[in-house]
């Protein structure tokens, strides 16, 4: 390794952006909400539970293996179609795909408190690394309040 390389370090909702870069039709949206990160992520990552609940579409979902950061998903659809979701997970970074599907999902303490999450995702285009660009942005606002609302009323 060269010293005097320059070298950068992404934090993972910039590393978001750089990935969703590289798909065709993703947008990342982002906000910054008023909940620790732990929180957060905890509730992202709660596949059965709060992920379930801020994933607009998402009716149930049920882990089938975690190793290490690897994990596998059954998920199903609130119009009843299912995905067998594969990606990565670890703190502040979420990546799965299943064959029509993309969700990821970043989060990092925000600097003035609170933690900022970026999500993007989407219907893919089969055999082809795209996104099917209509309402993805949408989907990602109304994932992003129902996200809000769940760490400010938990218990709903």
Do not use: K, Y
């Not at 149930?60 to 179609?81: E, F, K, Y």
């Not at 999500?119 to 606002?141: D, F, K, N, Q, Y």
């Amino acid at each position: 390794m060269n010293p005097h390389w320059p070298s950068t370090s992404l934090d993972p909702v910039q590393r978001l952006h750089t990935v969703a870069a590289g798909v065709p039709g993703a947008a990342v949206t982002e906000r910054v909400v008023a909940a620790e990160f732990d929180s957060v992520w905890s509730t992202l990552t709660d596949f059965p539970g709060g992920f379930t609940q801020v994933q607009p579409d998402m009716r149930r979902v049920q882990v089938l293996s975690r190793d290490g950061d690897r994990v596998r998903l059954l998920a199903s659809s609130r119009r009843g179609m299912r995905a067998l979701l594969v990606g990565i997970e670890r703190p502040g970074w979420c990546w799965l795909q299943s064959r029509f599907l993309i969700i990821a999902m970043a989060a990092t303490p925000h600097s003035s408190g609170g933690t900022r999450v970026a999500l993007t995702g989407g219907v893919r285009v089969p055999g082809r690394a795209r996104i099917v660009p209509i309402g993805v942005r949408h989907e990602a606002r109304r994932s992003l309040d129902a996200l809000a609302q769940l760490l400010d009323n938990p218990s709903s």
